[in-house]
């Protein structure tokens, strides 16, 4: 069932070599790595993955030598199960408070608009918990727009929020013990689901989605968080109320103590858009010059800068090659004589709005009481011998 795509792409001919050519060309330049260079692990590695079902395929931070994460190296969540959709028996309805519920199969939805974006998914919970530092990736997605369908269908004055249903379920247990079998479902409002820059995705870098990434069908919207993204979709439901689920009221809820007036005001958010952040991803070397390349993402990017254990705030060089407003931006920086032994590596990003990626001791990410949305600043160990 995976041919249809790739019968097309060789359908294209010239035109479609010419730009897979463009597209590897691209990948290639865009990554600062020097020809001979050693990469040095890093000393503090993750321990073993306690739920290997929910999380596969963590990117291992080393390996990235690709401003393109490619499919096979690419992480994927599931809280759920992890259906594997016949596409012939697949549809995505349109149900609710619209004028014309409707179903379309998944050539309807190719038949209609293309539209692509290069767009990182991260996982809100990155970073956040000891076992989870690979919960990111970079890809090129492409599908059909979201908004053009669900006015289409005729949204009713009533409808503020849309609910987007995934084929995965599980079983839910509630505080107060009621238990019941429930899809996975993340929901927007009516005024972010009809985001032109929302696309129902059926390619992921150029092949049909894999199963762990939502073969037939997912949402990718871009700038926010991984949860956002639903994969396996197969209904999306217009709503005349805020949807309060698991995955928007209860899990996926940061808890913040905040400041008001000098008062601690304890608040609970619903995860949405991506925030401000950057990593140390390697540090190579070449005999005795020494670089350290990171990633950054989750805002316009200005700056980012970094920090070899107490010392100055040094500002990386950032490769600008790619031009995406939703993709990571690779940087280095050149580390002169490092003294053999121990060594904290930290980054920090700053937004074009000067916005800073949070230390870990600021309020924001110290008052937070949650792992979720840890954008705090990452320090990675290296031992240079
Ligand atoms: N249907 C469904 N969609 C889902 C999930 C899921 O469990 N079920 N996990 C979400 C989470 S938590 C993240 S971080 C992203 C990850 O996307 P990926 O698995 O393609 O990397 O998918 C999101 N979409
Ligand atoms: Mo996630």
Redo the contacts with the bound molecule.
């Keep these: 069932m995976h041919h249809l795509p790739r019968r097309e792409f060789i359908g294209q001919g010239g035109a479609a070599l010419a730009a897979l050519a463009f597209f590897q060309s691209r990948v290639a330049h865009a990554f600062p790595t020097r020809a001979g260079e050693k990469v040095i692990k890093w000393l503090d590695q993750l321990p073993p993955n306690p739920v290997p079902e929910v999380i596969k395929n963590q990117l291992v931070w080393e390996d990235l030598d690709s401003w393109v994460t490619p499919n096979d190296r690419?992480?994927?969540?599931?809280?759920?199960n992890r259906p594997v959709i016949d596409e012939s028996k697949w549809k995505l309805e349109i149900s609710g408070l619209v004028n014309k519920p409707t179903a379309l199969t998944l050539a309807d939805i190719k038949a209609r608009p293309r539209q692509e974006v290069t767009f990182t998914?991260e996982?809100?919970g990155n970073t956040g918990l000891p076992f989870f530092n690979g919960?990111i990736?970079n890809a090129r997605w492409a599908g059909t727009p979201l908004a053009p369908i669900l006015k289409e269908a005729g949204v009713l004055d009533s409808g503020i929020e849309v609910v987007f249903w995934?084929a995965?379920k599980g079983e839910i247990k509630r505080a107060d013990d009621v238990k019941f079998t429930q899809n996975?479902a993340r929901s927007m409002s009516l005024a972010d689901a009809m985001d032109p820059k929302n696309i129902l995705c059926y390619e992921m870098n150029g092949t049909p989605l894999p199963p762990?990434?939502?073969f037939p069908l997912?949402l990718i919207a871009p700038g926010w968080?991984?949860?956002a993204?639903?994969?396996?979709l197969q209904r999306i439901d217009v709503r005349d109320q805020r949807f309060e689920n698991r995955f928007m009221g209860r899990d996926y809820v940061t808890l913040r103590e905040e400041d008001h007036n000098g008062e601690t005001v304890w608040v609970e958010t619903s995860v949405g858009r991506a925030r401000l952040k950057s990593a140390p991803a390697r540090v190579t070397h070449i005999s005795n010059d020494y670089r350290i390349v990171g990633a950054a993402w989750g805002g316009p990017i200005d700056r980012v800068e970094v920090k070899v254990d107490d010392g100055p705030w040094m500002r990386a060089t950032i490769d600008d090659t790619d031009k995406a407003d939703f993709a990571w931006k690779m940087w280095s920086v050149d580390w002169a004589k490092p003294s053999a032994g121990e060594h904290t590596v930290t980054s920090r990003a700053v937004s074009t709005g000067g916005q800073v990626q949070p230390a870990m001791d600021d309020p924001i990410i110290a008052k937070k009481h949650t792992y979720w949305e840890s954008n705090g600043q990452v320090t990675r160990h290296v031992n240079i011998v």
């Excluded at 690419?74 to 759920?80: D, G, P, Y």
């Excluded at 993204?229 to 396996?232: G, L």
């Design positions: 690419f992480f994927s969540i599931a809280h759920f998914v996982c809100s919960g990736g995934g995965d996975f762990d990434n939502g997912r968080y991984g949860i993204n639903a994969k396996w």
